[in-house]
């Protein structure tokens, strides 16, 4: 069994800056990648951020160049440093984790991130 608990959220006023951190323990065999997702009151779950095991990484457009998604592997753990955070940002973050040869999903229980205007 994977968890993923996640830390970091919170209230910052608008052009502040957070970091999410996010760590998976248990039975992990090997991580195909780990990513952020967020999902905004009456909106579908989106991704935000993620970083494959080769070290590429993707980010949704809203956030590319504000967001970056780093990792330590040996600690088997994803962050997100978040800046220049806008109102529209605000959301509950969940990290996500995809097992390598079983494809199965994982997913924290997810931090609030309130950005106030």
């Known amino acids: 069994q994977v968890q993923l608990v996640e830390s970091g959220g919170g209230l910052v006023q608008a052009g502040g800056s957070l970091r999410l951190s996010c760590a998976a323990s248990?039975?992990?065999?090997?991580?195909?990648?780990m990513g952020w997702y967020r999902q905004a009151p009456g909106k579908p779950r989106e991704l935000v951020a993620s970083?494959?095991?080769?070290?590429?990484?993707d980010y949704t457009d809203s956030v590319n160049g504000r967001f970056t998604i780093s990792r330590d592997t040996a600690k088997n753990t994803v962050y997100l440093q978040m800046n220049s955070l806008k109102p529209e940002d605000t959301a509950v973050y969940y990290c996500?984790?995809?097992?390598?040869?079983?494809?199965?999903?994982?997913w924290g229980q997810g931090t609030q991130v309130t950005v106030s205007s």
């Open positions: 248990g039975i992990i065999l090997s991580i195909k990648a």
């Open positions: 996500h984790l995809r097992a390598l040869y079983t494809y199965i999903d994982y």
């Open positions: 970083i494959a095991s080769s070290g590429s990484t």
